[in-house]
Nanobody
Framework: VQLQASGGGLVQPGGSLRLSCAVF????????LGWFRQAPGKEREIVAG????????YYADFVKGRFTFSRDTAKNTMYLQMNNLKPEDTAVYYC??????????????????WGQGTLVTVSS
């Protein structure tokens, strides 16, 4: 199983980035998918999670209205569109996959595999 995350970088406040995470060797279609992040000196936290039901997407309060989580089952890839980025969004972002689930999963322990992380830096 391999998850390949990409799309991070340096962006000014108010800017946008789109993170991608391609999943190899794991049954993607009905899996729980998630994005977490870890800022320097802080614990890893949930950003967004998704079950196989497209209507059941969880967003952390601090990203609601700014980030959009999506999946492309044909490409075995998940995306995190991040708009109106703020300096406090600076972190390493990790994608994860877990067992089949209709609902979103919000805890790290509910995921089986993780990507390597991609760094997002929001700074002027």
């Amino acid at each position: 199983v391999q998850l390949q995350a990409s799309g991070g970088g340096l962006v000014q406040p108010g800017g946008s980035l789109r993170l991608s995470c391609a999943v190899f060797g794991y049954p993607f279609g009905r899996s729980a998918l998630g994005w977490f992040r870890q800022a320097p000196g802080k614990e890893r936290e949930i950003v967004a999670g998704m079950g196989y039901s497209p209507s059941r997407v969880y967003y952390a309060d601090f990203v609601k209205g700014r980030f959009t989580f999506s999946r492309d089952t044909a490409k075995n890839t998940m995306y995190l569109q991040m708009n109106n980025l703020k300096p406090e969004d600076t972190a390493v972002y990790y994608c994860g996959v877990g067992p089949d689930s209709r609902s979103a999963k919000t805890r790290e322990s509910e995921y089986d595999y993780w990507g390597q992380g991609t760094l997002v830096t929001v700074s002027s």
